[in-house]
């Protein structure tokens, strides 16, 4: 009597065992991430209009005026070698100077370069070697000199364009 | 032999003639075939290449029109204290000890001087010595007899230029001793 209710037993928690067994199952999926490469430039606004007022007697370069009142901000994915280049619209006429200085913290800045004579097709360097990341609210600086013996300038719209690229 | 060009129907197989009209449609076939290898790597190579972003800023710039005259060389005084050797009259003095600078980016500019003493009882004359070549054109020289504007130096055009101002006294025996004081004006003008 004592076996027959041990093989009993037995018999029931076998049955448990291969129940649990049977009851688990599973599912996969294939998830595939992609980031593609992202750049992104952007500015804060439109710097106030550079007007040379004023000289030294017996000096032919005019007094510069200077404008800092914008920012760049920068996003790229690329890698650590992405360059941002600047030129104009069109070239300025000789004897006018227009110079950019684009701050940087996470490049290379060139300093001050003078853009006078940068277009489409010769766009300036102004922050090389700039790393992967974000970069925001970065300083622009403009300067705008003239030479007396270039003459005045009437007002005179000119477009800058910067372009983030490897 | 016959020739026959390839369209854009035609299989890129290469073809398995060894004719000699076969080898040129080979040639042909290889050769297009680099070209389409060579657009796909230029087409990469621009992918690679040509990534980036743009943005722009919008520039207003002018020069207005300037006008700038300045003296080097302060207040200055002339002494006729000695005789002409042969005349045995006061000899003239002369002092160039001060300078003219002036900066313009218009036309047809000039440059006038004019004194407020218009009843000196000595003589005194003034005029440009060693201008800036290109710079304007020097006047004849000026003796002042009234207040008015007197051309000093003409024909100046979007320079910068600079020049000795001679001043010359000159005194009568018979207008015994005394003195005159002159403030002596410098304008830059349009002609």
Redesign the interface.
């Given at each position: 009597m004592k076996k027959s209710l041990v093989t009993l037993a037995l018999a029931g928690l076998s049955i448990l065992i291969v129940g649990n067994a049977f009851a688990q199952t599973s599912a996969t999926q294939n998830v595939t991430l992609t980031v593609n490469?992202v750049?992104?430039?952007?500015?804060s606004?439109?710097?106030s209009?550079?007007?040379?007022?004023?000289?030294?007697?017996?000096?032919?370069a005019?007094s510069s005026v200077s404008d800092n009142s914008?920012t760049?901000s920068i996003t790229q994915n690329?890698g650590n070698t992405v360059k941002l280049t600047a030129n104009l619209d069109a070239a300025?006429s000789a004897g006018?100077v227009?110079q950019l200085n684009m701050a940087s913290s996470r490049g290379t800045s060139a300093g001050t370069v003078d853009i006078s004579n940068a277009t489409s097709g010769s766009a300036e360097n102004v922050v090389t070697a700039v790393n992967r990341g974000a970069d925001a609210g970065q300083m622009?600086t403009?300067t705008?000199s003239?030479?007396?013996?270039?003459?005045?300038?009437?007002?005179?719209?000119?477009?800058?364009?910067?372009?983030?690229?490897? | 032999m016959k020739l026959r060009r390839i369209t854009g129907t035609d299989s890129l197989q290469p073809p398995n003639e060894t004719t000699g009209g076969a080898m040129k449609t080979q040639i042909l076939y290889i050769a297009r075939k680099t070209t389409k290898t060579l657009v796909a790597v230029l087409t990469m190579a621009a992918g690679l290449y040509a990534q980036g972003s743009s943005t722009q800023q919008s520039l207003i710039l002018r020069v207005m029109e300037l006008n700038k005259i300045g003296l080097i060389g302060g207040s200055l005084k002339l002494t006729i204290d000695k005789l002409h050797a042969e005349l045995f009259a006061p000899a003239p003095v002369v002092n160039a000890n001060t300078t003219l600078l002036w900066t313009s980016n218009g036309e047809n500019k000039k440059i006038t001087v004019a004194s407020n003493n218009n009843n000196s009882r000595y003589a005194l004359r003034v005029a440009p010595q060693e201008m800036s070549p290109g710079a304007g054109v020097a006047a004849p020289e000026v003796s002042f007899s009234d207040n008015k504007n007197h051309d000093f130096i003409v024909g100046v055009n979007r320079s910068a230029g600079k020049c000795v101002i001679k001043f010359s006294a000159a005194a009568d025996v018979a207008k015994g001793i005394g003195s005159d004081t002159h403030v002596v004006t410098f304008t830059i003008t349009s002609s």
């Open positions: 490469t750049y992104k430039i952007s500015t606004g439109n710097p209009s550079m007007i040379v007022t004023t000289g030294t007697a017996g000096t032919d005019l914008t760049y690329f300025l006018y227009l622009i403009y705008f003239a030479l007396a013996s270039a003459g005045m300038l009437s007002s005179t719209n000119k477009t800058v364009t910067f372009t983030l690229t490897n | -």
